[in-house]
């Protein structure tokens, strides 16, 4: 006879089993969530709410107090379905229960203590349990997609099994509990995620030991706990496609309800010239070799790089053109390109042949071949012949690398006979998974500049062939980013839909690594976090090359997209960008306190008059540019200023948008049309600038379809706050 052994199970899950058969929780009140019934009942030891559609139902924590919890209703607010008063030993809860149906429906808990007196914290338990029949948590049916990695977005997407299938995306608005980490000196590190049945937010608490610190919530201070918004959606993830989809859409419908900072104005042009003056008379900044300039990736540290000395002259390039005339260290620093050039390959390569023996120099990372073909490919497309020669010259090679590796890179090798130094990352048997979407986008480049059909052939190979990598496609942020915009470009080659389908995969994975919470913890208050990416899927810090680099391809998926893009995806790329236009000021080191930079980065060393970024900010407010001041990032202020600000020619202003522009059109001498590309949920700021000292006097503006609009007036600008997707008609005198 055959005996079923049950599933080990914690204790949590033991005693919530225990109440739901014993049936002694009493009844607090009921609502609807959009067919999703919900009950409140107090339990032993907590406030639960339970419910769900049909047999897709699970049971959320919302109070919890060992010694047993004493509940009433108080009348709700506006916006609520109901909030409950709870006392206990430790002092006095109050949990709000509110519904938003706008696009998929939501459900959002919030739970506030105010402590009888100051309070340790040694352990909270999880709050999210699946349900199964019977009301039992170890019958429940489902797998966990995606949760928290590190202190970015504190969510877990999970798939319900069973008779009424499903899909949830939980979600912590982790910017609410702030105060809470502060005062228990605590971050939310993985906080959100467990093992099925026992989900949801585990609260961070002191380490414990023998000698525990001793941080306490302070009695009598009101304190966020948990801020919990839970989307259901009616259908499972039938494949890799359909769940990034459904991600996708349950973020954008949690998106509008989390805290989020405010958008702030930043001086771009201006951070480009002092960037572009300290490129050319710091010594820390560049060196000479073979009679040429080359940069150094970070003040006065590291041998040239062919990944720097392009990235940063193409945005140069870009920003020369925005500028309307040439800039002379554009052409010093493409001078010396064919140095990096070996024809015995034939391919760019990373070093210089002169490097020196503390490198490898047949080393490369499987993302660096492909990188500086990128800036190349896009100096040939605009009529650079010498950049043309490097790129083509360095195409076959290309492709002999990605067929070798079956377009599964691993994380480095040597150039010369492809044999693995190393072949995965450290935490699983993955390599760089997402070089085939920058491969892709490289090889469409070549496509597009010699129209040979062989190119376009190896982009959609490389893209099918990163098919099955669901969450873990994301390897470093801007990589996934160009994967994106590659599938966006081949949707509109080829009309095939399931290239504009697998860009939401790499969107997917994109947006699963991102901080959905601006953190205040610790010397993070100086900086904002909010929807930055981590640059590495395992990475402990934010990086703004990745940060820039995912703005310039995110720029091109727009641009590319039309009608048929997913709303929610629209919003969510939009707004990346548009706050990265705040949050990328903040690395550089003029901008923070001087207390909070390292002083012994691990690359050179940090000069707070040179306008170069630090490499790293962290969630966590811990010390900042313990990498290194990188000037391979300098050509951030160069993408930021020539893609947000705009010069209007024989205007009495020139013009700032926070949201790409999809068309600009003169419509006459002295009359100029502006349409936005973002999504009409979202908001976008236009401002012009006053540059003839007009006080802007005569200057009409009308919004598509609102009319006239005055704007705020500052000094030297107006401002308009309008929807991400306005068309605007702008006249003057």
């Known amino acids: 006879m055959t005996v079923d052994t049950p599933p080990a199970a914690g204790p949590c899950v033991l005693a919530l089993r225990a109440e739901l058969r014993s049936g002694r929780m009493r009844t607090i009140g009921t609502f609807d969530v959009e067919g999703h019934a919900i009950t409140v009942a107090l339990g032993h030891d907590s406030l639960w709410a339970i419910g769900g559609r049909d047999s897709a139902r699970m049971a959320i924590r919302t109070a919890y107090s060992p010694g047993g919890l004493k509940a009433r209703r108080l009348k709700p ?19 709000t229960f509110s519904v938003d149906t706008t696009a998929h429906p939501v459900l959002r808990i919030t739970t506030r203590l105010t402590p009888s007196q100051d309070l340790l914290v040694p352990y909270l338990p999880r709050d999210l349990y699946p349900l199964g029949p019977g ?31 499903g899909t949830i995306l939980y979600l912590q608005n982790l910017t609410a509990m702030n105060p809470y980490y502060n005062a228990t000196d605590t971050k939310p590190d993985g906080a959100v995620g467990g093992e099925w049945p026992e989900l949801g937010y585990l609260p961070p608490v002191p380490p414990q030991s023998g000698t525990p610190p001793t941080s ?63 490129l050319a008379e710091s010594p820390a900044a560049t060196i000479r070799h073979y009679g040429h300039l080359y940069v150094h990736p970070y003040t006065a540290s590291e041998y040239p ?54 490198k490898d120099r047949d080393a490369v990372d499987s993302w660096y071949l492909y990188h500086p073909l990128i800036g190349l490919g896009t100096l040939a497309l605009g009529g650079d012949a010498r950049a043309r020669r490097l790129f083509e010259g360095s195409l076959d090679f290309a492709i002999r690398a990605a067929r070798h590796f079956d377009y599964r890179w691993p994380i480095q090798y040597k150039v010369t006979d492809f044999s693995v ?62 994967g994106a915009a590659a599938c966006m470009r081949l949707w509109r080659i080829t009309n095939q839909r399931r290239y504009l ?7 997917a994975s994109f947006f699963h690594n991102s901080v959905l919470w601006n953190s205040q913890i610790g010397d993070a208050t100086n900086y904002q976090t909010f929807l930055a990416v981590s640059a590495l899927h395992d990475g402990p810090y934010m990086a703004l090359y990745e940060c820039f680099d995912s703005f310039r391809a995110f720029e091109r998926y727009l641009k590319d997209s039309g009608p048929d893009l997913d709303p929610a ?61 990188e000037i391979y990032g300098a050509g951030a202020a160069f993408v930021f200023a020539s893609r947000a600000f705009h010069r209007i020619d024989d205007a009495p202003f020139d013009l700032f948008c926070d949201t790409f522009l999809l068309a600009s059109d003169r419509t006459g001498e002295c009359s100029l ?61």
């Open 77 to 95: 607010r506006k916006g609520e379905s109901m909030r409950v008063a709870l006392t206990s030993a430790i002092g006095r809860h109050v949990v």
């Open 135 to 165: 009301d039992d948590p170890l019958t429940a049916r489902g797998h966990v997609e995606a949760a928290q990695r590190g202190l970015n977005g504190g969510l877990l997407y999970a798939r319900l099994d069973g008779p009424t299938p």
């Open 216 to 278: 306490p919530l302070q009695g009598g201070e009101d304190v966020c706990l948990s801020d919990a918004l839970i989307a259901f959606h009616r259908d499972p993830p039938l494949n890799e496609v359909h769940s990034a989809r459904l991600f996708l859409q349950l973020l954008g419908s949690i998106y509008p309800l989390l805290d989020q900072p405010a958008p702030e104005f930043h001086d771009w042009p201006g951070r480009a010239e002092r960037t572009l003056r300290d």
């Open 305 to 358: 790089d062919s990944m720097v000395q392009v990235s940063l002259l193409a945005a140069i390039y870009d920003y020369g053109l925005w500028r309307g005339e040439d800039v002379p260290l554009a052409a010093e620093l493409a001078a010396g390109l064919n140095r990096f050039f070996d024809p015995a390959l034939p391919s760019i390569r990373r070093y210089l042949p002169n490097v020196g023996d503390d």
């Open 421 to 482: 130094i190393t072949q995965a990352r450290g935490d699983t048997d993955l390599g760089q998974t997402d070089v085939g979407g920058i491969y892709a986008h490289v090889m469409l480049l070549a496509f597009e500049l010699t129209d040979d059909p062989k190119y376009l052939a190896e982009a959609r190979t490389a893209i099918d062939a990163a098919r099955g990598m669901r969450f873990d496609l994301n390897y470093q942020a801007n990589l996934t980013a160009w």
């Open 501 to 507: 389908d697998q860009s939401y995969v790499y969107l």
């Open 569 to 629: 995806v629209r919003r969510m790329v939009s707004d990346y960008c548009r706050f990265a236009l705040t949050r990328a000021w903040y690395y550089y080191p003029d901008a923070l306190p001087a207390e909070m930079l390292c002083a012994k980065p691990r690359n050179g060393h940090i000069d707070a008059d040179l306008s170069f970024p630090l490499e790293d900010l962290y969630v966590g407010g811990d010390v900042a540019g313990q990498v290194g001041q």
């Open 673 to 733: 049309t502006i349409q936005l590309c973002g999504d009409p949920a979202g908001r976008a700021e236009v401002r012009l600038m006053d540059k003839a000292d007009t006080g802007l006097n005569g200057v009409e503006v009308i919004v598509d379809p609102d009319g006239m609009m005055k704007g705020t007036t500052r000094t030297g600008s107006r401002t308009f706050d309008v929807a991400a997707n306005s068309r605007l008609r702008i006249s003057w005198q």
